[in-house]
């Protein structure tokens, strides 16, 4: 047995109710008119199709709107292949080359550094080990430790590569269709740098 409902008619106004706009007759009349101009335009051409002046025609405007088609790809608003989301998609990459330069950049620098020191303790060693004084294992073991060791702290521009890379990657994956498991309906996120 069902409930009756009383509504009062403050519940009626709060009631949203979508109203069906009718036409006017001059509005039904233009439509048809349109319709009508369009059918015909196509009748007429399907009946002069074979006249050979109409094939020109038509043929040169197929193929101008072939062109403006191809021409208009890369406009979509959110297509992977649109201007803008490429050129989002090429600037994440230059960001993240950018990021990994300054970080591999600062590294050879540290690198080299250590090097020239380690190249000179070789010619002291070499220079001691001629003169018959070779200093003990142990001590050019710590030696080496000392001239290895750095203060450089790459933490900040490690992190700023990998916030670039990810960044990219993220971006990439927003672009790909979703991949779908049974029975799981959501999308397989690519696995980010850590």
């Known amino acids: 047995m069902t409930d009756l409902v009383t509504l009062t008619s403050a519940d009626v106004a709060n009631i949203n109710v979508v109203k069906r706009i009718r036409r006017s007759p001059a509005d039904l009349i233009a439509e048809a008119e349109e319709t009508l101009a369009r059918l015909k ?34 406009f979509a608003d959110n297509g992977p292949q649109s201007f803008e989301q490429r050129i989002t998609s090429h600037q994440l990459w230059i960001d993240e080359i950018q990021a990994l330069r300054t970080l591999s950049g600062e590294q050879k620098e540290d690198l080299e550094e250590v090097r020239d020191r380690l190249k000179a303790y070789l010619g002291n060693v070499s220079a001691r080990a001629v003169e018959g004084s070779v200093p003990p294992q142990d001590e050019v073991q710590e030696e080496i430790q000392v001239l290895m060791d750095t203060d450089a702290d790459f933490n900040l521009l490690s992190e700023a590569y990998i916030d670039a890379k990810n960044a990219r990657l993220r971006f990439a994956a927003s672009k790909k269709p979703m991949v779908k498991q049974a029975g799981n309906p959501t999308s397989q996120p690519q696995d980010e740098v850590e």
């Not at 007429?44 to 088609?69: G, M």
Request: charged fraction near 25%; hydrophobic fraction near 40%.
């Open 41 to 74: 335009t196509a009748a007429a051409l399907k009946s002069a199709s074979d006249d050979p002046t109409v094939t020109l025609v038509s043929d040169a405007l197929e193929s101008i709107n072939s062109q403006l088609r191809e021409a208009s790809k890369g």
